[in-house]
């Protein structure tokens, strides 16, 4: 069955980075669209950015100049660097293909 591993989430102070990484399995990897979606308390989950089986990128006007979605087909895996985070950051991040969904991790932003 297909499964989707986070890693990667944890607290940082604003101004920081971190890189997510979500490991899939049980899909053909390079020919899916990957996605990273986070949900903060309180919101509706949110598109933060995606990319496609060919490498073209597309990214939440919040996230902009700041993350950046990357894939290596050879390891199964898709990231997101966040660099510059800011409190309003914080989330449980997902990572999706098509109707699947990972357990999510937690971003925390706090001085």
């Known amino acids: 069955q297909v499964q989707l591993v986070e890693s990667g989430g944890g607290l940082v102070q604003p101004g920081e980075s971190l890189r997510l990484s979500c490991a899939a399995s049980?899909?053909?990897?390079?020919?899916?669209?990957m996605g990273w979606y986070r949900q903060a308390a309180g919101k509706e989950r949110e598109l933060v950015a995606s990319?496609?089986?060919?490498?073209?990128?597309n990214y939440a006007d919040s996230v902009k100049g700041r993350f950046t979605i990357s894939r290596d087909n050879a390891k199964n895996t898709v990231y997101l660097q966040m660099d510059s985070l800011k409190p309003e950051d914080t989330a449980v991040y997902y990572c999706?293909?098509?109707?699947?969904w990972g357990q999510g991790t937690l971003v925390t932003v706090s001085s």
């Open positions: 999706n293909t098509g109707f699947h």
């Open positions: 049980g899909i053909i990897f390079r020919f899916n669209v």
């Open positions: 990319i496609s089986s060919v490498g073209r990128t």
